[in-house]
């Protein structure tokens, strides 16, 4: 029994740092993989970072130089560092897993929360 909890909001002007977390509920041995993604308004939801269970990322252009995805399995999370943030990083932010690097979400995506980035 998994459940990913993202963390709230945040306001932060431009070139600051915010950290999201995605706290799960217990260990699930098949959910393999943690991405997390956004969704700007009017805009289509947007892969940005991947973990996978051996530790492996990958991250989207957009974000990489920039985002850093991390876990610690001790606390069942993954957390999202968020650098030298621009005002087109504005979204909505959301974690998801899946089985593997082919899989599909697993979770519901909920509301995400909210990451607003003053120019």
């Known amino acids: 029994q998994v459940q990913l909890v993202e963390s709230g909001g945040g306001l932060v002007q431009a070139g600051g740092s915010l950290r999201r977390s995605c706290a799960t509920s217990?260990?699930?041995?098949?959910?393999?993989?943690i991405d997390w993604y956004r969704q700007a308004p009017g805009k289509q939801r947007e892969l940005l970072a991947t973990?996978?269970?051996?530790?492996?990322?990958n991250y989207a252009d957009s974000v990489k130089g920039r985002f850093t995805i991390s876990r610690d399995n001790a606390k069942n999370t993954v957390y999202l560092q968020m650098n030298s943030l621009k005002p087109e990083d504005t979204a909505d932010y959301y974690c998801?897993?899946?089985?593997?690097?082919?899989?599909?979400?697993?979770?519901?995506w909920g509301q995400g929360t909210q990451v607003t980035v003053s120019s």
């Open positions: 217990g260990t699930d041995f098949s959910v393999r993989v």
């Open positions: 973990i996978t269970s051996d530790g492996r990322t």
């Open positions: 998801n897993g899946r089985a593997g690097i082919g899989g599909s979400p697993l979770y519901s």
